[in-house]
């Protein structure tokens, strides 16, 4: 691997962790590939770079959405106990895998979640009578003057799409809010800011999971990882800050994109 | 939301920005110094901190007698440790 210079980890680092706070991810899921393909490092250490820097955006972006009041901590703490468990398999499965059956997995997991997105990003999650009891996991939004009302939906699919998120944590190096935030939202009644408030939430616990794994084998290339996690801090800060501006179909409309043009990037490199 | 759910948010607010405050101080003058001692100290910080917010709403809703969501919160916490037992035998 070549010597890569300080300044151009510090800001990739700042790049993906504001697009990742932007849309509710830890940014792993531009990391990775910004690493393999444009840097040249190798995929393990790029992982293992990419879950570290996902705590910190995640853990970052968390302190600005608990204070605007997106988190809904008990649907978050819920998921965590699916997500944590499929964090420490994905963590321990990984080694077992090649590069190349990494990558695959990479590419299709990010395609087909960006059809999903595509296909359902037109559904709108909320109900304006807020005299609606929105249920032990449910809460309450303030968008603006408007207040809505949100029941969760599916539970099962969401404790799933966890467990999977999770195990893809682990194994690729993501937050697994690539699949947490487009499940919540397209198929469990989760409003797009919401689910990436708490999927953010979440993403920390996820990370930490598998993260511990990759420390204890000796996966963590210090230099490397740390000037990532340096430039994660403020861009994911600067992200979380600016999600409040965007439209929410906007989002979903970028995250669907940007799902399906890295996911076939990936998977073409194993070709 | 009830004031003590706020209450609870806001103090895993301030566990999350200790948490991270305090690593990244660490990474960058360990980027600065050259020292991986510093480094390595800021990366486990950095990794630790969920941790220690799921501690903290754990403690939370124990004092709260919130047992469901306690429970939930001890499940996660055990995944956790069990991870950092793992990672030490690896």
Not at chain 1, 111 to 135: K, T
Not at chain 1, 166 to 193: E, H, M, T, W
Not at chain 1, 250 to 262: D, E, P, Q, W, Y
């Amino acid at each position: 691997m070549i010597a890569i210079p300080t300044f151009i980890l510090i800001i990739s680092g700042a790049t993906t962790g504001l697009i990742g706070a932007l849309l509710g991810l830890g940014g792993g899921v531009f990391l990775v590939p910004l690493l393999t393909l444009a840097l040249g490092v190798p995929i393990r250490t790029a992982i293992a770079a990419s879950l570290i820097s996902v705590i910190a955006t995640a853990s970052a972006s968390s302190t600005i959405n608990l204070e605007r009041g997106l988190v809904n901590m008990r649907l978050g703490m819920t998921l965590e106990v699916a997500t944590s468990l499929g964090g420490l398999a994905g963590g321990l499965i990984a080694a077992a895998l090649t590069q190349r059956q990494l990558f695959l997995t990479f590419g299709a997991t990010l395609a087909l979640m960006g059809v999903v997105m595509a296909l359902r990003s037109g559904r709108r999650n909320v109900i304006a009578d807020v005299s609606v009891e929105p249920g032990r996991l449910g809460g309450r939004l303030q968008e603006g003057d408007k207040a809505y009302v949100y029941r969760i939906r599916r539970l099962p699919v969401a404790l799933t799409a966890s467990l999977v998120a999770g195990a893809i944590s682990g194994l690729l190096g993501l937050g697994g809010g690539i699949i947490k935030v487009p499940v919540l939202n397209a198929f469990c009644g989760i409003p797009i800011r919401v689910a990436g408030a708490t999927s953010a939430f979440m993403i920390g616990v996820t990370g930490a999971a598998s993260a511990f794994l990759y420390f204890g084998r000796g996966d963590v290339a210090m230099h490397l990882t740390a000037a990532v996690a340096v430039g994660a801090l403020p861009g994911s800060l600067l992200g979380a800050r600016l999600s409040q501006r965007v439209e929410a179909r906007s989002l979903k409309i970028i995250m669907a994109v940007v799902l399906l043009v890295v996911g076939l990037r990936m998977a073409l490199e194993t070709l | 939301m009830s004031s003590r759910v706020r209450a609870l948010e806001r103090i895993v607010e301030v566990a999350l920005t200790a948490g991270v405050a305090a690593s990244g101080l660490l990474l960058v003058a360990g980027l600065l110094l050259g020292s991986t001692t510093l480094l390595w100290w800021g990366v486990l910080l950095l990794i630790v901190t969920p941790v220690v917010r799921v501690v903290v709403v754990t403690v939370g809703l124990v004092l709260d007698h919130d047992w469901l969501f306690a429970g939930v919160s001890f499940f996660v916490l055990g995944v956790l440790l069990s991870s950092v037992y793992v990672s030490g035998r690896l």
